[in-house]
C-alpha cells in the first residue's frame, strides 16, 4: 500500500531547521499520524503513544536532499511524500 502525505508550503514555514520532530516533514506526518518523527535517514509513525506497532520507514536520496537543504537554510518547495508500506519507504514526488 503507497499513502501519499503532501508536506505544504505551511509545513516549510512552521518547520525547524535540524529538528527530527518539527521539521517540515515531521509537522506534514503529524498530521495523520499523531506520534511521527522524520529523521535523516528513517522515518518513524505510530497511530498514538500506545501503539505497539511503530512503523519505520528509509528515506530515499531525494528526500534526504530536500531535509538537508532545507536545514542548510535554502529554498525549498512543497512536495508529495509517499510512503510504501510494503516496501518500508519514504520517496518524493514533484507536486503538480
Known sequence: M????PVKQKHITHGRATSCCFCPVALALQER????FAGL?????MENYDDDLEKWFNTSPEV???????DAGAPVEPFILILDHKA?????MEEA
Not at 33 to 36: H, S, T, W
Not at 41 to 45: P, R
Open 2 to 5: 503507497k499513502e501519499a502525505i
Open 41 to 45: 535517514t528513517q522515518m518513524s509513525l
Open 33 to 36: 499520524y499523531k506520534n511521527a
Open 88 to 92: 518500508k519507504t519514504a520517496e518524493m
Open 64 to 70: 534526504l536532499a530536500w531535509m538537508e537543504a532545507f
